[in-house]
């Protein structure tokens, strides 16, 4: 029989057997440094050589077999420091001399420079630690930047670098070492400041500042004034007021950078009264029309004489980012014609324009149904009757009796520059006028007493047109003068002159203007 220790030595001999085979194996594996010693002297001491620290480098087998190091070296990695002072105290790799890989020991990082040897940026700035120490030479354990601080002024700004937005009003960025473009946004009524490039050195701070421009304030200025009138008559300014037509063009350029805002042009006539109108707003470099009729009392037509210059005041008020700019004045010299004056060149242009006028519809301005002189001889003239061509016949002698007369162009002759007609009052006082003059007083007086008229135009010469029961009926207005008495009767001259209107229609028909009162009144053209 085989004695019991020999059996129990052959047990301890399998045991070993397995665990040399295990240990083989994992030595193979993880490049243990096993020889035939260290099998040897396993196998003496017995499986419990297996915890043993046999480098004394503070890691027992499982832990050398752990993190991949020699049993037999305390310093795998050969880095000066022991594999379980890396693996216990430092936490460093103790197979790897340069756990961060850093280019730097872990042994020099640890006692030489006092960096993280698990961090290639100690730090934590822009810069690992070998840059700062083989490069910049700077402490690898301070935080070291390039810090660029960019401001806008006087109003916050959007702020981009190298094409990237970074913020707005004011940053504080950390840059390497470098060139680097600082461009600023736009903002509304400002200049925005010119690109920047900077160059930032190691470890410098910066500071630099986008100074904006504000925008020059608005400048208006009244660039010119312009009609195509000759000047102002009171005929032509009252179709211009009654149809809500701009009697002149004013233009205005501003001239500044900023947009003039609340703008209103007024305008006065020397005599009148002042009249504004108002724009919204004028953009920089551009320019805004305005149409503007002065306010021209009848006093001013009436003073005038038969014509005369007044001043035109114009005056622009506005305001520029919300503050009001300094008035801005022009005076404008214009032409003002008297009460009586028609100037036939405007009249002419007008009808030219609007073809529902005719330059012979501004004679109808003159008639007055309301002048009380007018209607005082009218009242007693036709007291009694309600028959339009007793009106009409009676009117006509009435006219004839209180003196009235044809007096050949007292004035300027029909058809020149400028015709002059009188008021119906100015007709009954001075007791005479021309045939425009004695066609105004004659409709005047039947438009005073409800009877429909027209003037009729042929080349120099006006005269009347009534209706009665619908039909028109024609008179020649100069025959109006005082009746002959014959055999104490009184021979009116009515019947005569309207055979004569007939006459003169009959041989004028192809060149006859027929201007209904009324219809020219509707078109604006009314005192």
């Known amino acids: 029989m085989i004695d019991a220790d020999i059996s129990h030595t052959i047990a301890r001999l399998a045991k070993l057997a397995v665990v040399l085979v295990v240990l083989y194996g994992a030595a193979?594996?993880?490049?243990?440094?096993?020889?035939?010693?260290?099998?040897?002297?396993?196998?003496?001491?017995?499986?419990?050589?297996?915890?043993?620290?046999?480098?004394?480098?503070?890691?027992?087998?499982?832990?050398?077999?752990?993190?991949?190091?020699?049993?037999?070296?305390?310093?795998?990695?050969?880095?000066?420091?022991?594999?379980?002072?890396e693996v216990n105290t430092l936490h460093?790799?103790?197979?790897?001399?340069?756990?961060?890989?850093?280019?730097?020991?872990?042994?020099?990082?640890?006692?030489?420079?006092?960096?993280?040897?698990?961090?290639?940026?100690?730090?934590?700035?822009?810069?690992?630690?070998?840059?700062?120490?083989?490069?910049?030479?700077?402490?690898?354990n301070y935080r070291t930047v390039s810090k660029l601080i960019v401001k806008t002024s006087p109003v916050n700004a959007d702020i981009i670098i190298d094409g990237e937005f970074q913020g707005n009003g004011q940053i504080l960025t950390e840059l390497k070492p470098g060139t680097y473009k600082v461009q600023y946004g736009n903002v509304n009524n400002y200049h925005s400041p010119q690109s920047q490039l900077v160059t930032l050195k190691f470890g410098q701070q910066m500071n630099i500042v986008g100074n904006y421009e504000s925008y020059s304030p608005s400048k208006l200025v009244i660039s010119s004034t312009v009609s195509n009138m000759s000047g102002v008559s009171p005929a032509v300014y009252s179709y211009y007021v009654n149809n809500n037509k701009q009697f002149f063009q004013v233009t205005i350029a501003n001239n500044g950078e900023s947009s003039a805002e609340n703008v209103i042009l007024s305008t006065c006539i020397e005599g009148g009264d002042w009249v504004s109108s108002s724009i919204n707003e004028i953009s920089p470099t551009k320019v805004s029309k305005i149409g503007v009729t002065p306010n021209i009392p009848k006093r001013v037509f009436e003073k005038a004489g038969?014509?005369?210059?007044?001043?035109?005041?114009?005056?622009?008020?506005?305001?520029?980012?919300?503050?009001?700019?300094?008035?801005?004045?022009?005076?404008?010299?214009?032409?003002?014609?008297?009460?009586?004056?028609?100037?036939?060149?405007?009249?002419?242009?007008?009808a030219s324009a609007n073809a529902d006028i005719s330059l012979k519809s501004f004679y109808s301005?003159?008639?007055?149904?309301?002048?009380?002189?007018?209607?005082?001889?009218?009242?007693?003239?036709?007291?009694?009757?309600?028959?339009?061509?007793?009106?009409?016949?009676?009117?006509?002698?009435?006219?004839?009796?209180?003196?009235?007369?044809?007096?050949?162009?007292?004035?300027?002759?029909?058809?020149?520059?400028?015709?002059?007609?009188?008021?119906?009052?100015?007709?009954?006082?001075?007791?005479?006028?021309?045939c425009d003059d004695l066609a105004v007083l004659y409709v005047s007086a039947l438009e005073s007493v409800g009877v429909d008229t027209a003037l009729i135009h042929i080349p120099g010469h006006v005269f009347v047109a009534f209706k009665v029961d619908g039909s028109w009926n024609l008179i020649e207005t100069t025959m109006i003068k005082t009746p002959e008495i014959t055999d104490g009767y009184e021979i009116s001259y009515f019947d005569q002159a309207t055979s004569s209107g007939y006459d003169t229609y009959t041989e004028n028909a192809n060149s006859a203007l027929i201007v209904k009162t009324e219809e020219a009144w509707e078109q604006g053209i009314t005192s």
């Open 92 to 140: 460093t790799d103790p197979a790897n001399s340069d756990t961060d890989s850093d280019k730097i020991s872990d042994f020099d990082e640890v006692n030489k420079y006092k960096t993280n040897p698990l961090s290639e940026n100690s730090d934590g700035d822009l810069y690992g630690d070998y840059q700062e120490i083989f490069e910049f030479g700077t402490d690898p």
């Open 365 to 434: 301005y003159y008639i007055d149904p309301h002048d009380p002189n007018v209607r005082c001889i009218t009242a007693n003239a036709t007291m009694g009757t309600d028959d339009d061509l007793e009106k009409a016949k009676l009117i006509f002698d009435a006219l004839g009796q209180y003196g009235v007369y044809y007096i050949s162009d007292p004035n300027d002759p029909l058809g020149t520059g400028i015709d002059y007609i009188q008021t119906p009052s100015e007709t009954l006082s001075f007791k005479g006028g021309d």
């Open 306 to 350: 038969k014509e005369s210059t007044k001043n035109l005041y114009l005056k622009l008020e506005y305001s520029s980012s919300g503050t009001k700019q300094p008035v801005v004045e022009s005076t404008v010299p214009l032409k003002v014609y008297g009460k009586n004056a028609l100037p036939l060149a405007d009249t002419s242009r007008l």
């Open 28 to 85: 193979h594996r993880l490049r243990f440094n096993f020889t035939t010693p260290a099998i040897i002297i396993i196998a003496l001491c017995g499986v419990g050589a297996v915890v043993v620290d046999f480098d004394g480098d503070g890691l027992n087998t499982p832990s050398e077999i752990q993190h991949d190091t020699s049993i037999f070296a305390s310093d795998s990695d050969s880095d000066g420091i022991p594999d379980g002072y």
